[in-house]
C-alpha cells in the first residue's frame, strides 16, 4: 500500500480528534523529563563513591538498581490504565514531589537499607511520571506523534547525560550530603508538572473524545498480541545493554583504562549524550519513512560496534560507545508509538508498560549483571553483552506500519 506512515498515523491512533500542535506544551514535558532523569541520574553517576564508601560489592550495586526500578516498572501499567479511563491531572505534581523527597533522602542516607528506601522513592516518582506526561505530549501533538515522543524522550536522555556531569562536579569531590543540591532540581520541576497538569485539566474534553477511540488497523487481537510481544523483546535486548553501559561503563573504563572518577564520568556523558540526540532524531524519521524501518535500523543496526567494542583501545571504545548510543537510542520513541497505533485509546497504558519494561529490565539487568561481574569480572560483562543487539532480527516479525488498513 502506497499510504505513507504519516498520513495513516492519525486514524492509525484513534486520533482524528487531534488539537492543533502545542510546541510549547511537548518541550515543556521535555523540560519536565530532563529534570527528572537528570535526579535519578544521580543514582548510579555517584555508585563509585558509595561503593568505595559503604563497602558495597558490585551485587549491592545492583540492587540498588533494581529497587528503583522495580518501583518504577510496577506502578507504570497500572496508573497508565487506570488514568486512561479517569484520567488525574493532579498526579503530575504529586509524582515530583515524591521524587523530590527520594532526592532528599539520598544526600542523608548512611545505611544499604536507607539507600534502597531513597532509590524507591526516586522509582515511584516515576511511575507516576512517565505515563502521565507522555499523554500530555501526545495530546499536545496535533497528529505528530513521533515528534512529540521523541521530544519528550530526547528531554530525559538530555537529562541522563547531564546528571553524572554535574555529579562528578558536585558530589564527587564535595561528598554524599551535596545530592541536597539537586533537590533545587525537584522543587522547580513540580512547578513545570503543576502547569502541564493545569494545560490538561482545561483539555480532557479532547483527551476523552480519543480514550474512546476504536483499532481501524485492521489486525485481529493474535496479532497485536504477537507484535507486542516482539516489541517487549526488542526492549529486553535494548534495556540489557544499555544497563550495562549506564550502571557500570564507569567501572569498566576505570578498571581495563586505568581511567579516574571523574574521566569515567565524562566517557558516560559522551554515551548519553549521543543517547539524546539519536532519541531526537528516531521520532519525526519514523513519523515519514516508518516505525519500523527506524526499530530495524536502531537495534540491529548497532551490533557490528556492540560486537567490536569489547577489543577496542580507550579511544576507539569512547568513539565506538557514542556511536551506539546514537544508533540504539532512536528506537525506544518508534516503539511507543508502534504499539500505541496498536492499541489506540490506551495511551497511558502502553506508556506505562514500556516505560515499565524499560524500567523493568533495565533493573532486573543491572543485578544480574553486577552479580555477573563480582563472579566472571567487568570485562566479561560487556563481552557478554555485545551479542544482545542480535535480537533486533526479531523486527521481521512486525507487521509493516505502511500495510495497516485505513478507514
Same mark, same amino acid.
Given at each position: 500500500?502506497?499510504?505513507?506512515?504519516? $498520513?495513516?498515523?492519525?486514524?492509525?491512533?484513534?486520533?482524528?480528534?487531534?488539537?492543533? #500542535?502545542?510546541?510549547?506544551? %511537548? +518541550?515543556?514535558?521535555?523540560?519536565?523529563?530532563?529534570?527528572?532523569?537528570?535526579? $535519578?541520574?544521580?543514582?548510579?553517576?555517584?555508585?563509585?563513591?558509595?561503593?568505595?564508601?559503604?563497602?558495597?560489592?558490585?551485587?549491592?550495586?545492583? @540492587?540498588?538498581?533494581?529497587?528503583?526500578?522495580?518501583?518504577?516498572?510496577?506502578?507504570?501499567? =497500572?496508573?497508565?490504565?487506570?488514568?486512561?479511563?479517569?484520567?488525574?491531572?493532579?498526579?503530575?505534581?504529586?509524582?515530583? !514531589?515524591?521524587? #523530590?523527597?527520594?532526592?532528599?533522602?539520598?544526600?542523608?542516607?548512611?545505611?544499604?537499607?536507607?539507600?534502597?528506601?531513597?532509590?524507591?522513592?526516586?522509582?515511584?516518582?516515576?511511575?507516576?511520571?512517565?505515563?502521565?506526561?507522555?499523554?500530555?505530549?501526545?495530546?499536545?501533538?496535533?497528529?505528530?506523534?513521533?515528534?512529540?515522543?521523541?521530544?519528550?524522550?530526547?528531554?530525559?536522555?538530555?537529562?541522563?547525560?547531564?546528571?553524572?556531569?554535574?555529579?562528578?562536579?558536585?558530589?564527587?569531590?564535595?561528598?554524599?550530603?551535596?545530592?541536597? =543540591?539537586?533537590?533545587?532540581?525537584?522543587?522547580?520541576?513540580?512547578? !513545570?508538572?503543576?502547569?502541564?497538569?493545569?494545560?490538561?485539566?482545561?483539555?480532557?474534553?479532547?483527551?476523552?473524545?480519543?480514550?474512546?477511540?476504536?483499532?481501524?488497523?485492521?489486525?485481529?487481537?493474535?496479532?497485536?498480541?504477537?507484535? @507486542?510481544?516482539?516489541?517487549?523483546?526488542?526492549? #529486553?535486548?535494548?534495556?540489557?545493554?544499555?544497563?550495562?553501559?549506564?550502571?557500570?561503563?564507569?567501572?569498566? +573504563?576505570?578498571?581495563?583504562?586505568? #581511567?579516574? !572518577?571523574?574521566?569515567?564520568?565524562?566517557?558516560?556523558? +559522551?554515551?548519553?549524550?549521543?543517547?539524546?540526540?539519536?532519541?531526537?532524531?528516531?521520532?519525526? %524519521?519514523?513519523?515519514?519513512?516508518?516505525?519500523?524501518? !527506524?526499530?530495524?535500523?536502531? %537495534?540491529?543496526?548497532?551490533?557490528?560496534?556492540?560486537?567490536?567494542?569489547?577489543?577496542?583501545?580507550?579511544?576507539?571504545?569512547?568513539?565506538?560507545?557514542?556511536?551506539?548510543?546514537?544508533?540504539?537510542?532512536?528506537?525506544?520513541?518508534?516503539?511507543?508509538?508502534?504499539? $500505541?497505533?496498536?492499541?489506540?485509546?490506551?495511551?497511558?497504558?502502553?506508556?506505562?508498560?514500556?516505560?515499565?519494561?524499560?524500567?523493568?529490565?533495565?533493573? %532486573?539487568?543491572?543485578?544480574? @549483571?553486577?552479580?555477573?561481574?563480582?563472579?566472571?569480572?567487568?570485562?566479561?560483562?560487556?563481552?557478554?553483552?555485545?551479542?544482545?543487539?542480535?535480537?533486533?532480527?526479531?523486527?521481521?516479525?512486525?507487521?509493516?506500519?505502511?500495510?495497516?488498513?485505513?478507514?
Amino acid at each position: 500500500m502506497a499510504t505513507s506512515s504519516v $498520513q495513516a498515523a492519525a486514524p492509525l491512533s484513534g486520533d482524528a480528534t487531534a488539537s492543533p #500542535l502545542a510546541m510549547g506544551i %511537548i +518541550l515543556s514535558c521535555a523540560l519536565a523529563h530532563l529534570i527528572n532523569d537528570l535526579i $535519578q541520574a544521580v543514582l548510579p553517576a555517584i555508585y563509585p563513591l558509595i561503593k568505595a564508601e559503604y563497602g558495597l560489592t558490585f551485587t549491592q550495586v545492583g @540492587l540498588i538498581t533494581l529497587t528503583f526500578q522495580a518501583t518504577a516498572s510496577l506502578l507504570q501499567p =497500572w496508573i497508565g490504565l487506570y488514568t486512561d479511563r479517569h484520567p488525574k491531572p493532579f498526579l503530575l505534581p504529586t509524582g515530583a !514531589v515524591c521524587t #523530590l523527597i527520594g532526592i532528599l533522602l539520598l544526600s542523608a542516607v548512611d545505611t544499604f537499607p536507607s539507600i534502597l528506601m531513597a532509590a524507591a522513592l526516586i522509582g515511584i516518582g516515576s511511575s507516576t511520571f512517565h505515563p502521565e506526561t507522555s499523554r500530555v505530549a501526545r495530546l499536545a501533538s496535533g497528529g505528530r506523534f513521533g515528534l512529540a515522543q521523541s521530544t519528550f524522550q530526547v528531554g530525559g536522555n538530555a537529562g541522563t547525560a547531564i546528571g553524572p556531569l554535574l555529579a562528578a562536579a558536585i558530589i564527587v569531590p564535595f561528598g554524599q550530603s551535596n545530592i541536597l =543540591w539537586f533537590g533545587l532540581f525537584g522543587l522547580f520541576a513540580i512547578g !513545570v508538572q503543576y502547569r502541564l497538569s493545569q494545560w490538561y485539566r482545561g483539555h480532557l474534553n479532547t483527551y476523552k473524545k480519543k480514550a474512546g477511540a476504536q483499532p481501524t488497523h485492521g489486525l485481529s487481537r493474535r496479532q497485536v498480541t504477537a507484535a @507486542l510481544s516482539v516489541l517487549a523483546l526488542l526492549v #529486553l535486548s535494548k534495556y540489557i545493554y544499555m544497563a550495562s553501559i549506564t550502571n557500570y561503563f564507569t567501572f569498566y +573504563l576505570i578498571e581495563k583504562f586505568d #581511567l579516574s !572518577v571523574a574521566s569515567s564520568q565524562l566517557h558516560l556523558f +559522551l554515551f548519553l549524550g549521543a543517547v539524546a540526540a539519536g532519541t531526537f532524531f528516531g521520532g519525526p %524519521i519514523g513519523d515519514r519513512i516508518g516505525r519500523k524501518a !527506524v526499530i530495524w535500523f536502531s %537495534i540491529l543496526g548497532a551490533a557490528p560496534f556492540t560486537l567490536a567494542m569489547p577489543y577496542l583501545d580507550l579511544f576507539w571504545t569512547s568513539v565506538f560507545s557514542v556511536i551506539i548510543g546514537f544508533i540504539l537510542a532512536s528506537a525506544f520513541s518508534a516503539i511507543v508509538v508502534y504499539a $500505541q497505533e496498536l492499541v489506540p485509546g490506551n495511551v497511558g497504558m502502553i506508556a506505562g508498560v514500556f516505560f515499565g519494561l524499560m524500567f523493568g529490565f533495565s533493573g %532486573i539487568a543491572a543485578a544480574a @549483571l553486577g552479580h555477573l561481574a563480582d563472579l566472571r569480572g567487568i570485562e566479561y560483562v560487556y563481552l557478554l553483552c555485545s551479542f544482545m543487539p542480535l535480537l533486533g532480527m526479531l523486527t521481521i516479525f512486525l507487521p509493516s506500519t505502511t500495510e495497516i488498513k485505513r478507514n
